[in-house]
């Protein structure tokens, strides 16, 4: 089984940062796209709006409001993912869960979600 371990959560005022941690741990051939989405302001928890990401390459993608403030990163031997917060703003308050693509040493490659952990930023 594929696990995904996310800390790194919390409460700040607006203006400070944050850095998320995401470990993927199991039975792991290749870690493929990782990154980071959250749940949409207002909206359902099974709807979620993509955050950042970052293939096994190098390329990244982030959500257009996020810009310039947040960083993603990965540590590949470790087969963990950062992502890194600053200038966090009220409207970022959510919760935010980890995603990992990954290709299993069994077979086949599969989506794997994290817990989720609450980012709160107060005004």
């Known amino acids: 089984q594929v696990q995904l371990v996310e800390s790194g959560g919390g409460s700040v005022q607006s203006g400070g940062s944050l850095r998320l941690s995401c470990s993927v741990s199991g039975r792991i051939f290749s870690l493929n796209n990782i990154g980071w989405y959250r749940r949409a302001p207002g909206a359902p928890e099974n709807q979620r709006e993509l955050?950042?990401?970052?293939?096994?390459?190098?390329?990244?993608n982030y959500l257009d409001s996020v810009k310039g403030r947040f960083t993603i990163s990965r540590d590949n031997p470790k087969h963990t993912a950062y992502l890194q917060m600053d200038n966090l703003e009220p409207d970022d308050t959510t919760v935010y869960y980890c995603?990992?693509?990954?290709?299993?040493?069994?077979?086949?490659?599969?989506?794997?979600w994290g817990q989720g952990t609450q980012v709160t930023v107060s005004s």
């Open positions: 995603y990992a693509h990954v290709t299993k040493i069994s077979n086949g490659a599969y989506d794997f």
């Open positions: 955050v950042a990401t970052m293939t096994l390459l190098g390329d990244t």
